[in-house]
């Protein structure tokens, strides 16, 4: 994703998808953040675009209620290409023991729920660079009306945080696992949170999946399952639950204007995922 950054100019939202990626990292194990610190590498200072990441880490960290303590500037000539640097995140964050959700009480017959995601959010771009840029010949300027934007915009497109959503839900019980969707795609990020003698099917069709994975899709004639593996195909977080609590979890969603959809069951199995 910063590979689009560099390309487009916008330097201002990486760090704040860096800030997001990280909360719901933990946010899935039921922790709310505490306090988080930056590292930014790059050849030779620019001294506006170092600020202008900073500023989306900052941003981030305000919208994610957790406190930017610190970080580090790398200046290292020779070792970056001109114009490009890199970002890293340290977060933390905090849970009680007794309420950290690790997927152990998820059971055969329990719904699986998905909320949408904005677009790639930080997974995929090496293929995703490949088929618009290599195999299509566009640039990050070209607008395509299927996506109603252009390319560059739709690959800089948010990684949304969950965390104000789920926040509301980590301390009733009613949450049995989540799962945030990265890099592997539903099909190898669900199955970290099952437990020994479950898997889950997914219903493709369940979720409207977003117009950039289908144009991607197109250019380079991808499989439907590779596409899974790639990329999260629009849905960014999966929500675990009871059947008799899935109405509950999906109130509490929708009274906080936030969409969400059945996407699965869990089932008995080795701990997979099948595309149904």
Known sequence: KLKIAFLTGVHDTVGCDLVNHC?????????RPLFFLDYVATGVLAPEVIVA??????RGCKENGCVLLGGETAEMPGFY???????????????????????????????????????LHTNGYSLARKLF???????????????????????????LSY????????DTGLIKALAHVTGGGLVENIPRVLPEGTAVEIERGAWPVPPVFRVMQEIGNVAEAE????????VGMVVICAPADADSVKTHLDNLGETCYTIGR??????EVALA
Not at 266 to 271: D, F, K, P, Y
């Open 23 to 31: 909360t719901n990292d933990i946010l899935v194990q039921g922790a």
């Open 53 to 58: 990441v900073v500023e989306g880490v900052a």
């Open 81 to 119: 290409p001109e114009g490009e640097y890199d970002v890293a995140g340290f977060i933390v964050g905090v849970v009680e023991r007794e309420r950290a959700i690790d997927g152990s009480r998820v059971a055969v017959g329990d719904v699986v729920l998905g909320l949408p995601s904005a677009g």
């Open 133 to 159: 840029f290599e195999v299509a010949g566009y640039k990050v300027n070209t607008r395509l009306d299927a996506l109603g934007m252009t390319i560059g915009e739709a690959l800089l497109q948010p990684h």
């Open 163 to 170: 965390l104000r959503p789920l926040e509301g839900l980590l």
């Open 227 to 234: 596409m899974h593996r790639a990329f999260n195909m629009g």
């Open 266 to 271: 869990v089932g008995a199995g080795r701990r």
